[in-house]
RNA sequence: GGGCAAGUGGUGGAAUGGCAUACACGACAGACUUAAAAUCUGUUGGCCGCAAGGUCGUAAGGGUUCGACUCCCUUCUUGCCCACCA
């Protein structure tokens, strides 16, 4: 009664596996296509948002296979990371042995769903021939001073003993014990994006084929800012505090400056003074404070006066010298002037600690009146209180001043970038070891490159109360200086596992190359990503180093190219009764459990038709067994072949070729399905021949491949039917003789016409005229326009 | 606060200036059946009408156009990202 699945997809799973359907080889003879969809963390399980990205970036492979295309598809493991030390210790096992289990589990399950990955490429990054690459990588970036290590504060769980993420303090505490989060400065390596912020940026402009949302995202983040650096002396010292403003039209009403807490001359300044008291005793109290809680929400602005005065240099006046803790240290100079009327931070600050104001900018056509103000204006406007620039617009004062104080040495035109150096340091032991030792005579050494790897040791301790495991074992810690040969101690944090997932798509080109990182011959074959997949939680850090590492091997020559993904597809999320599919909010539904009850086909077919690939998709039972019903549909259709199918069945299989095809091309598979199904209900009121029923099996396998190859076999065919090609369609077939045209009455469809394709419009028109549906709505009158759009509609306008 | 995306039947969605609601889910009806399931065939936006047909209708309001779900402006709502960023 229904077809069988399970069989089935047993049989094709097997067939692809031994005979190595997927293997790609590089054949500079042939156009290749390089499809990749983002690796999984290997949790053990696949969940519905893996089903979605694989079973997308199935098809469009497929799809390109069957066009003729070259294509390499392969797929692995982003196999380091945290879960796997929880693990450890809660199931006292071993980080290594818990992933590769789940490795296992997971292969299995992607099989099961029918993908076709080429499995010989597959990469663990927790495999030593993957990191020690990490590990080579790295020391090219230490020897180009693009990794540095500096003190830097991080959260820090004194409980614990260790450094936290921002997302694992919640609420100002640890996520695991609650205790409260501290601010620590520690000894941390960074790698130094900033260096290609130019090109991280510039280069958004090349990605034609990103979406609009992820440029945004990235531009964002990179967040590139001019303005002016206002130098103000400091009264009565010789230093000079820099402030960075955008808005230096607003300088005359700056009526105060404020330093960030943490900023160096805060302490200077306020020594001696009777303010200094209170002012240690707020530094003291900001420095505790994690950053999370600092930067939260609408939390009151809080500061005090250090005691100090500065000289405005646009008027000479002398102005108070604030701390206060929404001035941050990391953005700009960590000082501001603070322009009370027209920024509304300012505006508050200034209210609250009955700070003088003044209004500079005054919109136009109302006198504005600084006692009346309830909040800053922040708009345009005439300048006013300005000196020789009143009466200028603030956009032209904005240019003038700046270029007046640059002359006057009294500022200069600057940019200030929101992009940090990224911080790769992780005080964890599952990841990959950062190959340096430190000597106390040498200082920091670099692992010679032929002693890489730096392998994890197998024994580290896993007992969850707190600190590196790898700090604990002895024979990692205590090794030779590789210079003076002296004692000397390794390095025991590893990286952040963003820098495993950073070149991975370069690995696939040569996934066993044993002399570098990648074979820059093969990379140079497959390389640029034809097209990339995957969830928008990635749009900005991962895109990001992707791109940055790129960037480095392209300045190391390895890559002749300065973008790694041509095309990218961020897939929207499975959501079950409109929420996220969650284990918290215990809404899952596991793959494994439909493919059991409909067969994989079914639900990548349900997967595909719900939604379009970048929006939300609803999880629908219902949906997949009408699915799985319409499988069962197109499988009857073998049973009742002719020997001739009708032509008028024949022009809409050659519609469907050409709707299929171009839907297929823009991903566009719910269409491209509704099409099929369109064209099966076609079949079902005329009846397919042979020929007919082959294209339909062909264009619906890349989508339900075991289905297609069983059905397609059974037609007699010896070979895969990937072996075969994507059909083509007559465009002389697609032209109808006659049509049937609309024809409106001031834009309100009336009456519709049956014509031939080629009447003149003049006799058209009179056709349309004389149409007695129409009467009615003419009237009689004459009409005062008539719009003819050949093939398509007249509209009479009266 | 800033940026981006979206808002269409009971539901998922289709149509990107030219017949709004393709395709599917659900619902209802008919055929087959002792019966049910399965299957096949229909009907299915609201209102008025026995009907033919009319009329309203794509978050709300306005505009451009012979013609607007589609383009422009204003407002509202939802989602995502960034955020004391100076």
Request: with cysteine; hydrophobic share 40%; net charge neutral.
């Amino acid at each position: 009664m229904f077809y069988d699945f399970k069989k089935i997809e047993e049989k094709w799973q097997k067939i692809w596996q031994d005979t190595c359907a997927f293997r790609a080889q590089a054949d500079p003879g042939r156009r290749k296509y390089y499809l990749l969809e983002m690796f999984p963390y290997p949790s053990g399980k696949i969940h519905m948002g893996h089903v979605r990205n694989y079973t997308i970036g199935d098809v469009a492979s497929r799809f390109k296979l069957l066009q003729g295309y070259n294509v390499m598809h392969p797929m692995g493991f982003d196999a380091f990371g945290q879960p796997a030390e929880n693990a450890a210790i809660k199931n006292k096992t071993k980080p290594d042995v818990w992933t590769y289990k789940c490795i296992k589990e997971m292969e299995t399950e992607l099989k099961r769903m029918g993908f076709s990955y080429d499995w010989d490429r597959e990469i663990s990054t927790c495999d030593s021939s993957y990191y020690k690459w990490n590990q080579w990588i790295f020391l090219k970036m230490l020897e180009r001073g693009l990794a540095y290590k500096r003190a830097s504060g991080v959260n820090w769980c004194p409980s614990c003993q260790t450094t936290l993420a921002n997302e694992e303090v919640v609420d100002g505490g640890c996520w695991r014990c609650h205790t409260k989060v501290e601010q620590k400065d520690l000894e941390q390596w960074y790698l130094k994006i900033t260096d290609y912020k130019e090109r991280l940026l510039e280069d958004l402009g090349k990605l034609k084929q990103w979406p609009e949302r992820v440029l945004a995202m990235q531009n964002n983040w990179i967040g590139k800012s001019a303005g002016v650096d206002i130098y103000f002396r400091l009264k009565g010292r010789d230093e000079v505090v820099p402030v960075f403003t955008t808005r230096v039209d607003t300088i005359f009403g700056a009526t105060y400056i404020v330093l960030a807490p943490e900023h160096p001359l805060v302490k200077e300044l306020i020594k001696g003074k009777p303010e200094e008291k209170e002012a240690l005793r707020f530094i003291e109290k900001v420095s505790k404070e994690s950053k999370v809680v600092r930067t939260a929400g609408d939390v009151k602005k809080e500061g005090v006066f250090t005691g100090a005065f500065a000289v405005n240099p646009v008027n000479n006046e002398d102005i108070p010298v604030w701390v206060a803790d929404y001035v941050l240290m990391e953005y700009g100079t960590g000082a501001i002037m603070a322009v009370p009327t027209h920024d509304q931070r300012d505006f508050l600050f200034a209210k609250e600690h009955k700070l003088p104001m003044r209004l500079v900018i005054s919109p136009k056509g109302c006198g504005m009146r600084v006692e009346e103000m309830s909040e800053a204006y922040e708009g345009e406007g005439v300048q006013v209180n300005s000196a020789e620039f009143n009466g200028l617009t603030n956009l032209e004062a904005k240019e003038k001043i700046a270029v007046w104080m640059e002359k006057k040495g009294t500022g200069k035109i600057q940019t200030h970038w929101r992009l940090r150096d990224w911080l790769i340091s992780r005080q964890r032991f599952w990841g990959t070891p950062i190959p340096v030792i430190y000597c106390p005579k040498c200082g920091i050494v670099p692992v010679p490159y032929e002693e890489l790897p730096v392998e994890l040791p197998k024994d580290a301790p896993f007992t969850g109360d707190g600190g590196s495991p790898l700090g604990k074992v002895k024979e990692f810690v205590q090794v030779k200086c590789p210079r003076c040969s002296g004692e000397a101690r390794r390095e025991t944090d590893t990286m952040a596992t963003f820098f495993d997932s950073s070149w991975y798509f370069l690995r696939f080109c040569s996934p066993a190359y044993g002399d570098s990182a990648f074979d820059v011959q093969e990379a140079k074959y497959w390389m640029r990503v034809d097209q990339y997949i995957g969830g928008i939680e990635h749009a900005i850090l991962h895109l990001l180093y992707s791109r940055f590492f790129t960037k480095f091997f392209q300045d190391l020559k390895m890559v002749d190219f300065d973008e790694p993904f041509e095309k990218l597809l961020t897939q929207g999320m499975v959501l079950k009764d409109g929420e996220v599919m969650s284990k918290s909010r215990g809404n899952i539904v596991d793959p494994d459990s439909m493919i059991k009850e409909y067969g994989a086909d079914a639900l990548r077919l349900f997967i595909l038709f719900a939604a379009p690939p970048e929006t939300e998709l609803e999880w629908d039972r219902k949906g997949l067994e009408g699915a799985f019903r319409f499988l069962n549909r197109v499988w009857r259709i073998q049973e009742n072949l002719k020997e001739k199918a009708d032509r008028s069945l024949v022009k809409t299989m050659h519609k469907t070729v050409k709707k299929v095809s171009e839907d297929f091309n823009d991903f566009k598979f719910n269409t491209a399905i509704a099409s099929l199904m369109e064209f099966t209900n076609a079949i079902y009121q005329s009846g397919a021949d042979r020929d007919v029923f082959s294209k339909l099996i062909t264009m619906l396998s890349p989508i339900v491949p075991h289905f297609a190859e069983e059905l397609w076999q059974t037609l007699g065919n010896k070979e895969s039917i990937f072996k075969s090609s994507w059909p083509g369609y007559d465009p002389e077939l697609l032209i109808e003789e006659n049509i049937e045209l609309v024809i409106q009455v001031n834009g309100k469809v009336r009456s519709k016409l049956k014509v031939s394709r080629n009447i003149p419009e003049a006799e058209l028109k009179e056709l349309a005229l004389k149409d007695e549906k129409l009467g009615p709505w003419l009237g009689g009158k004459s009409p005062r326009k008539v719009i003819v759009v050949p093939q398509k509609l007249v509209n009479i306008v009266v």
